[in-house]
């Protein structure tokens, strides 16, 4: 077990962000100068600004280690098996439940990809939890596009019909990856959400940042330019 030391022990709410080190396609994308800070910066400066709870990053990399340190964050390190591609975040969450030596009410999930938040969202969406007394929330976006399939080189309509308006369309939305928060109980059994979670829609445009590759890279330094909030 390991102690935290960012907050009180009254804290009820921790705050994980997860940040291995390999990276495909973006070589070391979390340390990564974004705006002038390593990516994982980002999310370090929202979490200390923006939630009062204690922060713990999971990584398995020694530069993650030492900005760390800057901001007097405590790391867990991951073992290999929780460092893979495949690894599904709510194993690195688990992880860390298991091992950190304290209770909470809920846990909250902050991606390094997502370097742009709105400031109020976390306020907000605390309010939203607290209104519909649920147990797990995630941020969505609203998707717009005219959705198919292709089958043997034929697409297929799937959420719309040919000749049929954009703004006729049944709205449908997508995960942003902005802002996950659950109850501790869930993500302790391994789960980031329960069946029926809370959708906050974010309208805002660094909802449709979300870093995996360099040309969605270059969209989060354009839209950080435009917006300032």
């Not at 390999?22 to 070589?27: D, M, V």
């Not at 709510?90 to 209770?103: F, G």
């Not at 929330?137 to 198919?148: A, D, Q, R, Y």
Request: glycine fraction near 4%.
């Amino acid at each position: 077990m390991i102690a935290l030391y960012i907050m009180s022990s009254s804290s009820k709410i921790l705050v994980i962000i997860p940040a291995r080190a390999g990276s495909k396609r973006i070589k070391g994308k979390n340390t990564k100068p974004f705006n002038g800070f390593p990516l994982i910066e980002h999310s370090i400066k929202y979490a200390q600004s923006h939630i009062d709870g204690d922060i713990i990053i999971s990584t398995d990399d020694k530069q993650i280690e030492s900005i760390a340190e800057q901001y007097n964050v405590p790391i867990l390190w991951r073992n290999e098996s929780l460092a893979q591609d495949q690894t599904p975040t709510t194993d690195v969450v688990k992880d860390v439940i298991e091992r950190v030596d304290k209770t909470y009410d809920f846990v909250v999930l902050l991606q390094p990809t997502n370097p742009l938040r709105p400031k109020k969202m976390f306020k907000e969406a605390l309010k939203l939890l607290e209104e519909k007394k649920s147990d797990s929330l995630l941020t969505v976006s609203l998707n717009e596009h005219k959705l198919g399939k292709i089958k043997h080189s034929t697409f297929k309509p799937y959420t719309y019909e040919f000749g049929q308006r954009s703004q006729d369309l049944e709205p449908l939305y997508y995960e942003n990856g902005l802002l996950y928060v659950c109850s501790y109980e869930l993500a302790k059994n391994g789960k980031l959400m329960s069946e029926n979670p809370t959708a906050m829609l974010i309208e805002h445009p660094y909802g449709s940042v979300d870093i995996d590759t360099e040309l969605d890279w270059k969209w989060a330094e354009l839209i950080s330019k435009e917006y300032n909030d």
